[in-house]
């Protein structure tokens, strides 16, 4: 009998140790990691940079406050910012990033409504659930924070049917991970990001799936030609320690002054110095140039198999964040179970959607072992 909240339905599998794309099971079983831990383990597991920064820092202090200055969130909030001129809030997990943002958004602005989008994904939390435009997930939740209004993702005339004078900002992910890997159209988002400056309404941008380097640029909106007003990412920012940041425009930084947010463990020095040695990795161009190149190799392997399996409907996706929309929900979880019999993990996103995120540091050798098990699994009659 398990002593925990049944709210995950869980595999069997106990994932014990793991190295570079590899994990291992509870029974000694090697697993081709296909999943990352869900976009977390971008450098893989085990990666030498990231192991002795963590080392490093845990022979020193752990958690002082952020009562005090921190010489590691300045260094981080330097890094992540470098290009523009924002300021850094730090917290614990995606969920919080985007709490911060909802709050910011609305102080900054003196307004009241925040648009989405339908399908999109920004955590679990009260305010965070409440963008998140999925009905099925706030179900036994309500009353949700009021002021959430969700439109058609990639359509335009229902955006400029709701901005107003009482809209704070339009959140949105840059590629909808969880509703089914689904990327923004160009054209559309620098719309978005032209009527909500006409409109005076922030542009939340929310990279904490498509950030740290998956897409082939450290932020995904990077290859959009947009700035926007506010950036949350996590997930990947540490590897795997829980952290999370809020990075906002200069400008808006007299909307968060003493009182007005904070967290206990956010910023806390493990994690910060963990993440200095994360981005410090991933944003170099020779880095980033390398996850562009194995995303379109596994891109173009993967759209053939439109025209020998009659399960695939669509591949779609930018670097190494890729989705296989199937036939149908049932073909999804046969083929998660296939994989994981040949010894890749995988998983869903959307009701028929098979996501994969490898991590970026994979061989060509190990993407290319990985290519072949999905076909083997998806090209059976």
């Not at 709210?7 to 697993?31: E, H, K, M, P, T």
């Not at 590629?175 to 400056?197: F, N, S």
Request: hydrophobic share 40%.
């Amino acid at each position: 009998m398990s002593h925990l909240f049944p709210n995950y339905a869980r595999d069997s599998i106990d994932l014990v140790d793991g190295s570079g794309s590899y994990v291992y099971d509870q029974q000694g079983n090697r697993y081709l990691d296909f999943m990352s831990g869900i976009a977390v383990s971008n450098l893989g597991h085990k990666h030498p940079v990231v192991t002795k920064a963590l080392a490093d820092q845990a022979d020193k202090i752990w958690h002082s406050s952020n009562l005090y200055s921190s010489n590691l969130q300045e260094s981080l909030a330097e890094k992540l910012t470098a290009e523009k001129d924002y300021l850094a809030f730090f917290c614990n997990s995606g969920t919080e990033a985007n709490e911060a943002a909802i709050k910011l958004a609305r102080k900054a602005t003196g307004r009241p409504n925040i648009l989405s989008f339908e399908q999109s994904f920004h955590g679990r939390t009260y305010g965070a659930l409440s963008a998140t435009g999925q009905p099925a997930l706030q179900e036994g939740f309500f009353p949700i924070v009021e002021g959430f209004n969700y439109l058609p993702y990639n359509q335009l005339e229902p955006l400029k049917e709701h901005l107003n004078e009482n809209v704070a900002a339009v959140m949105l992910e840059v590629i909808q991970g969880e509703g089914g890997i689904v990327p923004a159209e160009e054209k559309w988002l620098q719309a978005v990001e032209r009527l909500c400056k006409e409109n005076g309404s922030l542009l939340i941008i929310d990279e904490i799936q498509t950030g740290m380097g998956r897409t082939g640029t450290f932020f995904a909106f990077k290859q959009y030609q947009i700035e926007p007003d506010i950036i949350t990412i996590a997930k990947a920012l540490a590897n795997g320690i829980p952290v999370g940041a809020m990075l906002g425009k200069a400008t808006l930084g007299t909307a968060f002054g003493p009182g007005s947010h904070g967290t206990t463990f956010g910023g806390n020095n493990l994690a910060m110095n963990v993440a200095n040695a994360v981005v410090s990795e991933i944003d170099q161009p020779n880095f980033l140039n390398s996850v562009a190149e194995k995303g379109n190799f596994l891109m173009e392997a993967l759209c053939s198999m439109k025209e020998h399996s009659s399960k695939v409907l669509d591949i779609r996706g930018k670097g190494l964040m890729v989705g296989i929309e199937l036939d149908t929900p049932e073909t999804l979880q046969w083929a998660i179970q296939e994989l994981k019999k040949q010894n890749l993990l995988a998983i869903k996103a959307g009701k028929n959607v098979l996501r994969l995120l490898p991590p970026l540091t994979i061989s060509q050798e190990e993407l290319a072992d990985g290519i072949t098990i999905i076909q083997s699994v998806l090209n059976q009659s």
